[in-house]
């Protein structure tokens, strides 16, 4: 599969615990933009990857970071979490960084209990 | 700061009869627009953008600057267009804002 890849597909932690979600861009996409997708709230950009640089910055809690690496995937870190941080997390990706189309990933489910 | 209206939560339609889908933004600069499509099993994908001007599996949507609108339209709905629809912008700090989605629902 070329496309964006996400891993794990669900995830179940309890509160103050910490978990790390995964991305693949697709094939030469150099941009990574992650998101959260709550019932309450709908689809929130987080944050921005170019190439391993942070590009651009949204409504990210500060228990949440995230980085690109070298081979260009992305790691979002949760940290303290909370029940309100259920949600459903996609990542996206485009050849550059600007408003050129994103493909999106099929998801992780986080589920804090 | 940029926001994305979409006003209706649910639209449902019979087959054959035509479909608007209300966007509404607030941005003080120029706005790129953007509709994304959601099929049921799939994922989140570009449906058309203003800037391309063209039209996608019989969707278009006219950037109207004066009532800060983006509407999607659809003379005659299929079926197959029964899927989530979401709004978005692209303006400033370089993110896409989405608004909270519009379910399309096509009966036969």
């Known amino acids: 599969d070329s496309g964006v890849t996400q891993t794990p597909k669900h995830l179940i932690t309890a509160t103050g615990q910490r978990v790390t979600l995964r991305c693949s861009p697709r094939s030469g996409d150099l941009s990574v933009y992650w998101y959260q997708q709550s019932l309450d709230q709908g689809l929130q950009f987080l944050i921005q990857y170019y190439n391993g640089e942070e590009r651009a910055k949204g409504n990210i809690l500060e228990r949440f970071s995230a980085q690109q690496f070298p081979d260009l995937h992305s790691e979002l870190n949760l940290s303290s979490l909370e029940l309100g941080d259920s949600a459903l997390y996609f990542c996206a990706s485009s050849d550059s960084g600007g408003y050129n189309e994103q493909f999106f990933g099929p998801g992780t489910r986080l589920t804090v209990l | ?108």
């Open chain 2, 1 to 108: 700061a940029q926001r994305v209206t979409q006003p209706e939560k649910l639209l449902s339609v019979f087959k054959g009869a035509p479909v608007e889908l209300k966007c509404n933004y607030s941005y003080s600069g120029s706005p790129e627009l953007f509709w994304y499509v959601q099929y049921s099993r799939q994922r989140l994908q570009l449906l058309l953008r203003h800037i391309s001007r063209e039209s996608i599996k019989g969707f278009t949507a006219d950037l109207n600057k004066g009532e800060t609108s983006f509407h999607l339209k659809k003379p005659f709905a299929q079926e197959e267009d029964s899927a989530m629809y979401y709004c978005a912008l692209w303006g400033a700090g370089n993110m896409l804002t989405f608004g909270g989605g519009t379910r399309l629902m096509v009966k036969p």
